[in-house]
């Protein structure tokens, strides 16, 4: 599976983005996704993941209650709702896919998209 993300942008802190990653290839909807980010000089960090039958959803502390995601298989797309952003969200934003895994470590995730910039200023 081949993944697109996009929706990256520049914000004011307290304001919302939403990503979208948009994938191509048979099989999304079998397929657990998640969303990753990285900031300069920092290691890749989970955010949310979301599996295949979406009953299990998952996300780091730092984003709980901010942050949502969601996945729509009819439309090959999987989303994050940022809410109430913090200029500690900033980051490149990372989607992944995976047949068979569907935690935190991003070493397990065989399928990545090209990552979209957010930005939140203070």
């Known amino acids: 599976v081949q993944l697109q993300a996009f929706g990256g942008g520049l914000v004011q802190a307290g304001g919302s983005l939403r990503l979208s990653c948009l994938a191509s290839?048979?099989?999304?909807?079998?397929?657990?996704m998640a969303w990753f980010r990285q900031a300069p000089g920092k290691e890749r960090e989970f955010v949310a993941a979301?599996?295949?039958?979406?009953?299990?959803?998952y996300y780091t502390d730092s984003v709980k209650g901010r942050f949502t995601i969601s996945r729509d298989n009819a439309k090959n797309t999987v989303y994050l709702q940022m809410n109430s952003l913090k200029p500690e969200d900033t980051a490149v934003y990372y989607c992944?896919?995976?047949?068979?895994?569907?935690?935190?470590?991003?070493?397990?995730?065989?399928?990545w998209g090209q990552g979209t910039q957010v930005t939140v200023s203070s």
């Open positions: 290839g048979r099989s999304f909807s079998g397929y657990n």
């Open positions: 979301v599996a295949w039958s979406r009953i299990g959803i």
């Open positions: 992944a896919a995976s047949s068979d895994y569907r935690g935190i470590d991003y070493a397990n995730y065989k399928f």
